[in-house]
């Protein structure tokens, strides 16, 4: 075990527990924000329940930090269900996620568009509905990269989830009542798309060995957020021809009005620091002026990853004045935070 | 065959994950997240923990707790749809204390008729239906056509085995190995490849039994 | 060019323009806070020349983004001088930034210890002076791995250089003087401490090759942010020894009074996600409590790197009240915002 | 020597700090941060365009003009310390279309003062001084005791470079190389190394003069 450990550049103490120790972490960090229930594996908003406030909650597999748990706070998520690294969570983690956040008013599953992710929620929420609470379930897959067809899994949800838990979880703080909050994370995720690449594979704690072997001087293109190869591999050309293919993929989908305003949300996986992700920004908001919409609001940062993944993703969300007010609303979580 | 008989199959799953842990952490690297061993191996472990506590519960009942136990644990795409298909195999024997070949059929086609209801996939996604279906076919077949349940089982284990080899030029429509497109193309789908380690624990497990 | 281009994980055009791109990007992103002149290579906070206000700027080599470019706004700096990566910038950027933001109450310059930015800085402020321009300068030298000595160098300025940036800032925000603001700059440095370890190179993206060569299951004891190589050499073990030895390093020097409340900052490398950063948290809060002191106030995150290289440090700064405060009051930058 | 001399020798290491910018990157990597190749590369072809654009300056206003181009495009160490060098250089020189050997020793020593004085550094801190002074004592020895200019730069290039190999068994006490203790033994000194390449640069373009 300890050789396995060693094997990786990670701080760990043992992989199977860096889940838990990072939650705990993520706690003792912020005891003002949330708690950390280790029994059911969850991150809770500190003042959760909140009687008459519609609640969200979301989760997935770990290793997408800040992503779910650094998003539970004031204006966003009331709790985070982390499952182990890359796996989903446990039907039993959602349901005490969502027993614990009801005031009354409801419940909205956030859900990213996997298998394992969905037939969970789906089983926690069909438990929540024996046991009482209204839940509503939202499915988010902007991930154009992958075809949508009525005969497959379907597109992925990658960056249009943190959108929508900041949008809605604004609505809800607003005390909107749970169609409303509901209505508007569908709306996110019908107006939001997005596209992903990869210059390195991560590795995983568990395997302790990269997913996929990416040479240097190879980029792969469509990628998701659980260290899986893309669409396609190409040759790693200038960032410039890189943000051209994630501006054509995302506009060409989302046919936003033209002189729309949007959101430009440039992601960084894990790996690529900040140096690039700002000279990615620089590249997209010049080429989506081009494209005839205005990037009025804008995220720049490493906020739904891939563990130490180097790549970038590109979400674009066409905004209306709900939505953007909604944005600007202020929010406090330990890893977003404005207006509070 | 009784609650024994399906403590042992759960035992031998455990083992074989445990032993094919690597491998299919492999073939899920390749056109999934690389976590389809650990998954496996968690749940099963926990199955045997589960079981090991219970030594009175009817074979159905064992099968429900199975179930029950995979779906607390494993997580991800594949404990939801083994944990419900055991829970939906368990339900068809009530709780009887034995069981008979033909009994076994309708376990296992209920289990594959839960999988295909929440997981939506078909024959030919590329997915544990294309083990499982030919599995359960060849052992209703086997069996009507008057094979002894060891044979039969033998023969669905092949029929597995064909099946998960079967998904190799398959382009994926289900599971994150979908996500790929063409190119998932060439491999061999990793919970297809549990299945049929799954069913050839179930023949090992009755030829201990008998 | 393009060749080596592609030899490397990383967005770029052409590797000498990927300081002035990045820059341009993040002027993009956050119009509201800062402009970038480019004709000086400087970020200028948005309405500066502030009359009457103390300004503080800094600046060095790039690639350790956000600093000190994402610190330019309220409350923080007044700009920025960011040289090549790893390089310091060079005196006409200084006195361009000096010049941009003095608002009549005299300048600060935050300068990291390290031989070119003293004497790059040095050669500025001389020139300011001859201008007319109120100079002070406060080299910052936090780091315990380095042994400080009259004969050497001295101690390279890390983590409490983003401290030091934060607390100043806000003093001069609140209207302190000259004198003042340059004296918590000191204070800050006086009783900070950081250490940083590594677990993988960087890779610059001029030469495009790991600065050192580090197997898997090795840990570099030690290390700056310019990807030099540490101290020593060590096997990779658990986080928890890891912190051991982080947390023994900078107690032992900083010597805070028992009981003292700490501000508690564990910083990625660029290239740790944050699941391990918190990790690394929660060893670090249990551990300076068992060292008899209270982590009153934490930072975790990314915010003073060395491009993408995998390895995290810890800055423990003595609080007290005066300090808090400061600490507690507004900021709004690109990379650290609440209250505002 | 006049003017063109000088050209001849910022030209000069222009063309050698090309050729040799990988070394000085591989030595910096060692010891520092990996870019002291790229910096006196980035410096001295600025100094080259800003000498092509001055066509009628005297010889001691062209160092001062090289030594604020440095200053004002390198950063880091190099930049102030050899900028400074070069303007201090040059001061020496004053207004004078031409310059005798003796002279010539004024110029670097006048240099050496001011790397000593910015940097405060000494001989056997394992910097650029431990190729520097040996090579202005050299060359003002040699000079003294009556040899050519031509004969006693070569000796000056010896010294410079014994001097830089003089660097690889010490312990860094300035620079970024001091941060690493004990691990600075064992390398070359980068800025050692570029200051040898810089006074064979100047040999050449003498004995061109001649
Ligand atoms: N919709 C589905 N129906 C049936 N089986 C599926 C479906 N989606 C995925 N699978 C099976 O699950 C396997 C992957 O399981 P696992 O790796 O444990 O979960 P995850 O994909 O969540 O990481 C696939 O190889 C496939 O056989
Ligand atoms: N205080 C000093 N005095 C003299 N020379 C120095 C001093 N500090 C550094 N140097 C020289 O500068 C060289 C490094 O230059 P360079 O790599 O360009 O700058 P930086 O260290 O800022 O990256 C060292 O090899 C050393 O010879
Ligand atoms: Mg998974
Ligand atoms: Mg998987
Ligand atoms: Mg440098
Ligand atoms: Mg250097």
């Known amino acids: 075990m300890a050789v396995e450990t060693t094997h ?49 909650i979301s989760g997935g597999g770990s290793g997408h930090e800040p992503l779910h748990g650094g998003f539970v706070g004031l204006g966003m998520l009331d709790a985070a269900c982390p499952g182990e690294v890359f796996t989903s969570p446990v039907p039993a983690q959602m349901l005490a996620a969502t027993k614990a956040v009801d005031g009354g008013a409801g419940v909205v599953h956030i859900v990213k568009n996997y298998t394992g992710d969905v037939l969970n929620f789906k089983l926690a929420a069909e438990d929540a509905a024996d046991e009482g609470i209204k839940v509503t379930s939202v ?30 979880g604004a609505a809800a703080e607003g005390g909107a009542e749970l169609a409303k909050v509901t209505d508007i994370v569908k709306r996110v995720n019908d107006r939001a798309r997005s596209f992903g690449v990869a210059l390195s594979s991560c590795v995983p704690p568990a395997s302790g060995k990269p997913i996929f072997d990416l040479p240097e001087g190879q980029i792969e293109l469509g990628i998701g957020i659980h260290g899986e190869p893309g669409r396609k591999r190409a040759t790693l050309g200038h960032a410039a021809e890189i943000v051209d293919v994630m501006v054509e993929a995302v506009i060409s989908d989302l046919k936003p009005r033209s002189g729309a305003k949007v959101l430009a949300f440039v992601n960084g996986m894990g790996g690529t620091p900040l140096l690039e992700l700002y000279l990615l ?50 929010v406090h979580t330990p890893a977003l935070r404005w207006g509070a | 065959m009784d609650a024994a008989t399906i403590a042992t199959w759960m035992h031998g799953i455990d083992v074989v994950m445990r032993e094919e842990k690597d491998h299919l952490v492999q073939l899920d690297a390749a056109i999934g997240d690389g976590d389809h061993g650990t998954n496996m191996t968690r749940g099963f472990e926990a199955v045997v923990q589960a079981l090991n506590a219970d030594s009175s519960s009817p074979p159905g009942k064992l099968l429900i707790l199975a179930g029950r136990t995979l779906v607390g644990t494993v997580g991800g795409a594949s404990g939801p749809l083994w944990g419900s298909a055991l829970r939906s195999g368990g339900r068809v024997l009530g709780d009887q204390p034995t069981f008979e070949g033909m009994q076994l059929v309708e376990v296992l086609a ?48 092949d029929a597995a085995e064909a099946g998960m080899r079967s998904t190799i030029p398959l382009q994926a429509r289900k599971g994150r190995a979908s996500y790929l497109g063409e190119r998932s193309i060439g491999h061999q789908d990793p919970g297809a490849t549990s299945t049929a380690l799954i069913i050839r624990a179930l023949q090992r497990a009755v030829a201990q039994a008998s």
Chains 1, 3 share one sequence.
């Open chain 1, 8 to 56: 990786m550049r990670k701080f760990l103490n043992e992989p199977a527990r860096v889940v838990k120790e990072s939650l705990a972490g993520l706690a003792a960090a912020h005891p003002d924000l949330v708690r950390y229930d280790a029994a059911a594996q969850i991150i809770v908003r500190r003042d959760a329940p909140r009687k008459g406030k519609v609640a969200l």
């Open chain 1, 139 to 168: 499915v988010i897959d902007d991930d154009v990269a992958v075809q949508d067809s009525l005969y497959t899994a379907g597109r992925r949800g990658v960056g249009a989830t943190v959108l929508a838990e900041k949008i809605a």
């Open chain 1, 281 to 330: 920004y620089g590249e997209v908001d010049k080429k989506l002026r081009a494209a005839g919409v205005e990037p009025a609001r804008n995220l720049v940062g490493s906020y739904i990853t891939s563990l130490e993944m180097a790549g970038a993703s590109l979400t674009v969300l066409e905004l209306d004045e709900e939505l953007s007010k909604l944005w600007d609303a202020p």
């Open chain 2, 110 to 157: 209920a289990a594959l008729a839960s999988v295909k209801d929440l997981g939506t996939a078909s024959l030919g996604d590329k997915t544990m239906v294309d083990a499982l279906e030919p599995a359960v076919e060849t052992l209703r077949a086997r069996l009507s056509g008057g094979a002894s349940v060891a044979d039969a089982l033998g023969d669905a284990g």
